[in-house]
T-cell receptor
Framework: GENVEQHPSTLSVQEGDSAVIKCTYS??????FPWYKQELGKGPQLIID?????GEKKDQRIAVTLNKTAKHFSLHITETQPEDSAVYFC????????????FGAGTQVVVTP | GAGVSQSPSNKVTEKGKDVELRCDPI?????LYWYRQRLGQGLEFLIY????????KSGLPSDRFSAERTGESVSTLTIQRTQQEDSAVYLC??????????????FGPGTRLLVL
């Protein structure tokens, strides 16, 4: 089955700096890669996703890149703000598998003013 | 519109008791998922319902765990004879699902279960 590894486990950044979280996956058939943000006491919220036919996707200060050959994808947050502080999860799902999102272990991001 | 809702938001129970957790998916979403999140950890898939198809139960950790879904609406996750290791946040998600449908899963706020 799919295995997703996520690094780093914690990330501290100064407000205004960029944050990068990296994930690798094992199943080359995976074709959908969402990123979720989870604030304390809340459920995960989708912030951006990318499909395997696209190499990069941006949404304001957030971008995701995908390298299918290397089987890794990354989340980039630019101009970080204190409200970006949260736990971020990457996930992957293989082609033909509608359930079973395989999640990474999460990255605790702390943005200090 | 309304998102995924779950109840109760918190549940404290004694070891050995049964608990029932409820999930109301987004209207029109044919796919429904349950995940477990232990403290400080990632999400662990439990079970997945898609329309009238047989559910994918491959993530249920033991036969004490079961789930039902009525049509394309409410789902209940039941844990029988609860153990302390069952303490976790139980998250429900739904998606449009189906062939050609969106895979995007929308999560509810979770039920925080504490087994004493």
């Amino acid at each position: 089955g799919e295995n997703v590894e996520q690094h780093p486990s914690t990330l501290s950044v100064q407000e205004g700096d960029s944050a990068v979280i990296k994930c690798t996956y094992s199943d080359s058939a995976s074709n959908y890669f969402p990123w979720y943000k989870q604030e304390l006491g809340k459920g995960p919220q989708l912030i951006i996703d990318i499909r395997s036919n696209v190499g990069e996707k941006k949404d304001q200060r957030i971008a995701v890149t995908l390298n299918k050959t290397a089987k890794h994808f990354s989340l980039h947050i630019t101009e970080t703000q204190p409200e970006d502080s949260a736990v971020y999860f990457c996930a992957a799902i293989p082609l033909g598998s509608w359930g079973k999102l395989q999640f990474g272990a999460g990255t605790q991001v702390v943005v200090t003013p | 519109g309304a998102g995924v809702s779950q109840s109760p938001s918190n549940k404290v129970t004694e070891k050995g008791k049964d608990v029932e957790l409820r999930c109301d998916p987004i209207s029109g979403h044919t796919a429904l998922y349950w995940y477990r999140q232990r403290l400080g950890q990632g999400l662990e898939f439990l079970i997945y319902f898609q329309g009238n198809s047989a559910p994918d139960k491959s993530g249920l950790p033991s036969d004490r765990f079961s789930a039902e879904r009525t049509g394309e609406s409410v789902s209940t996750l039941t844990i029988q004879r609860t153990q302390q290791e069952d303490s976790a946040v139980y998250l429900c998600a739904s998606s449009l699902g189906g062939g050609g449908g969106s895979k995007t899963q929308y999560f509810g706020p979770g039920t925080r279960l504490l087994v004493l």
